[in-house]
């Protein structure tokens, strides 16, 4: 059985920088690999047993940063297992540490080696309670705790990775950069070191989750249509970044990635 229950932040200053916190109930001996796909943003996942990324030991807490490829995570006989997941916005990492985001692009980190002994006692804590409005308000201490407040430069800089990701035609990229105080190569410099990924990069990242998106919707439409609808050019150059994204073949994904195909059936 598993519970999944996805809760948006409560404290108005956290909400452009965390899309979402995911509570996460296993009971099952059944899934012991969850492959983390590629997102437009970084990942915190604070587990109630050890697990390995990419079979490297992470301990319960591992910080998933933006990647252009998936991340596979791997619980030894997992029988039961608690979890909350803290989903960033593109930016949202860069208020909660100083390390440049460009240095934890495609890297599965221990979470307790960016933030050290307060992070330790806060996974304490989340882990000795199940009760999920007690363990957000606990996740929303902590990060409150790290909380950096961004300059007028790098909010203008969240509005390019904002305009690309929800695709809002109503404001031009061109209007925003021109605002920005800043030469071309320093903007690209600030884009690459608060986000974790190049624009171009970014861009991809982008169109990849617009096809998740699709492909978990209650109805089902045509791999065809999956890309066309996600900005896809043709089918081959769909099917050719999938494989980029995730190892897999559209067709093949949900046979592949077992956790997912529970997911999108919770959906329904």
């Known amino acids: 059985m598993i519970n999944y229950t996805e809760i948006f932040p409560t404290r108005q200053e956290l909400r452009p920088y965390i899309e979402s916190y995911v509570i996460l109930a296993l009971h099952t001996t059944k899934i012991n690999t969850k492959v983390f796909l590629s997102r437009p943003g970084a990942t915190l996942l604070i587990s109630s047993i050890p697990f390995s990324a990419n079979k490297q030991t992470i301990e319960t807490g591992v910080l998933l940063g933006i990647s252009d490829g998936s991340k596979i995570l791997n619980w ?53 309670t199940a009760h999920v409005t007690t363990q957000i308000e606990i996740a929303e201490a902590f990060l409150m705790k790290l909380f950096i407040k961004p300059n007028e430069i790098d909010k203008r800089i969240f509005r390019i990775a904002d305009i690309i990701k929800t695709k809002d035609t109503c404001n031009s990229l061109e209007s925003i950069i021109k605002e920005i105080p800043l030469s071309q190569r320093q903007i690209e410099r600030r884009f690459k070191a608060l986000m974790g990924v190049n624009i171009q990069t970014f861009n991809r990242i982008c169109h990849f989750e617009n096809v998740k998106s699709l492909l978990m919707e209650k109805q089902p439409i045509s791999l065809t249509e999956v890309g066309y609808q996600a900005g896809y050019y043709d089918q081959a150059h769909f099917i050719r970044e999938f494989k980029r994204f995730t190892a897999y073949s559209p067709k093949s994904f949900f046979e592949k990635a077992p956790f997912y195909r529970y997911i999108s059936k919770l959906n329904d």
Do not use: C
Request: glycine share 8%.
């Open 76 to 128: 030894k006989e997992m029988a039961t297992a608690r979890g909350l997941i803290v989903k960033f916005s593109p930016y949202g990492l860069s208020r909660f540490t100083d390390i440049p985001m460009e240095h934890l692009g495609n890297e599965a980190l221990s979470a307790s080696s960016v933030w050290g002994n307060s992070f330790r006692k806060t996974q304490n804590k989340l882990m000795e």
